[in-house]
C-alpha cells in the first residue's frame, strides 16, 4: 500500500506559497495522507503530535497514524470533540496539555488532522506550545482544503465573536488528500463549495463562470473538482505571498464572512442550524444584495450570485436558517465585534459586480441596519 501511495503522491500537484524562509507547499492529490509519516520525516521530525476531532479519527486517523509508525516517527494523537465548539480557550488548553504530555518539542511536529476547526485549533495550539512548534496541515473536508488550511490564520472562537483569539503561524506543509473528501457528507461538502465559488468572485469572473458550467462535475469529483481546489489555492497562495498579515487586500478573502460570522455568532456556532460554509455562502449573497442596494453592483450579478449558489444546494437568505435568528439591531452588533471593525467602524467586503469585489471601509452603520431590517422582513 506504501508504494502505491507514493506513486500516487507523486502526482501530486504543488501549489507554492511564497513567503521567504517560511515558504511552503499546498500538495493536492490522492494518497497524501498515506504519505504523512514519510512527509513528516522529510521535515526533520522524531516525534508528531496528531491533533484531530472524533468524527475524522474514526474515518483517517488509522491510517495516518500506520504511516507516521511505518516512518519510524513517535507518534500520538489528541481527539478533540466534533464541531464549533471545540474552538474554545478550554479546548485549547485540552490540546496543548496533550501534546506538552506527548513531549512534542520544537523541531517536532503538530499535525492537524481535519476540517477547519481542527486545523485552527491544531495550528494555534501549535503556535504558543513551546512558544511555537511546526505544524503540518492535512485538511479532510473541501473548506479546509481550499481555505482554512492555507495561510497561517489560527485561532479559537470567543463570546464576543468568531476567531478573535489567534495568530498567524505559518504550516510548514499542507497534504490536501482528494481521497478524504470521498467520505465528506454532502452537506460538508455543499458548504466548503461556498468557499471554492469565493475566489471567483473576488477577482476571477471566469473562474465563477467555469464553475456555473461545471459545478456538477466538481461534486462528482475527478479531475475538474482537483482543478478547482488547486485554482482556489492557487488564488489564496497568492493573496497570503502580497499581504501574509492582512493589512491590505488580503481581507477580500473574507467576502461574505462578515454577514456570515454574525450569523454563526447569532445561532451560537449550532452546526445543525449553521455550518460555516453556509453562513459564507448567505453572506457572499448578502453583500451581493447589500452592493446592489447601494448602487454598486448591477442587480442582475446579485442575483446570478444568489441563483447558482442555491441551484447547488446552499442557503442564500438568513431566513433560511432553521429556527430564524435575532432582530436587525442584534445581528449588527455581532457585526461591530468584527476582525476588520477600525476605530469601532464597519469594513465589508463589498462588489461592484462577479469578480470585481472590493475592501469598503467605515460603512455606514445605518446603512446596513436598514439593509438587514429588508433582509429579515
Known sequence: ????????????????????????????????????????????????????????????????????????????????????????????????????????????????????????????????????????????????QVDSSVGGKTGVNSRHGKNLIGAFHQPSLVLADADALDTLPEREFRAGYA???????????????????????????GPERTNAIAASCRAKAAVVARDEHEHGDRALLNLGHTFGHALEADVRYDGARLVHGEGVAIGMAMAFRFSAALGLAPEEDAARVGAHLATVGLPTSPKAIPGGVSDAATLLGHMRQDKKVEG??????????????????????????????SELA
Open 344 to 373: 469601532g467602524k464597519l469594513t465589508f467586503i463589498l462588489a461592484r459586480g462577479v469578480g470585481k469585489s472590493f475592501v469598503a471601509r467605515d460603512v455606514d452603520a445605518e446603512k446596513v441596519l436598514a439593509f438587514l431590517e
Open 195 to 221: 468557499e471554492v465559488a469565493k475566489y471567483g468572485l473576488i477577482d476571477d469572473p471566469a473562474f465563477f463562470a467555469r464553475l456555473e458550467r461545471n459545478w456538477r462535475q466538481v461534486f462528482a469529483g
Open 1 to 144: 500500500m506504501a508504494d502505491a501511495a507514493r506513486a500516487l503522491s507523486d502526482e501530486a500537484e504543488v501549489v507554492p506559497v511564497s513567503l521567504g524562509d517560511r515558504s511552503y507547499e499546498i500538495l493536492i492529490g490522492r494518497g497524501l495522507l498515506e504519505q504523512s509519516g514519510a512527509r513528516a520525516k522529510a521535515l526533520g521530525a522524531r516525534k508528531v503530535g496528531v491533533v484531530t476531532d472524533e468524527n475524522v479519527a474514526a474515518a483517517h486517523l488509522p491510517r495516518v497514524m500506520e504511516s507516521l509508525t511505518a516512518a519510524g516517527l513517535d507518534a500520538s494523537a489528541v481527539v478533540v470533540p466534533a464541531g464549533e465548539s471545540s474552538k474554545s480557550l478550554d479546548r485549547l488548553a485540552t490540546v496543548v496539555d496533550g501534546l506538552l504530555a506527548a513531549r512534542i518539542e520544537r523541531k517536532d511536529l503538530v499535525l492537524a488532522l481535519g476540517g477547519g476547526v481542527v486545523g485552527d485549533l491544531a495550528g494555534f495550539a501549535a503556535s504558543v506550545l513551546r512558544r511555537g512548534v511546526r505544524c503540518l496541515q492535512a485538511p479532510t473536508s473541501l473548506l479546509a
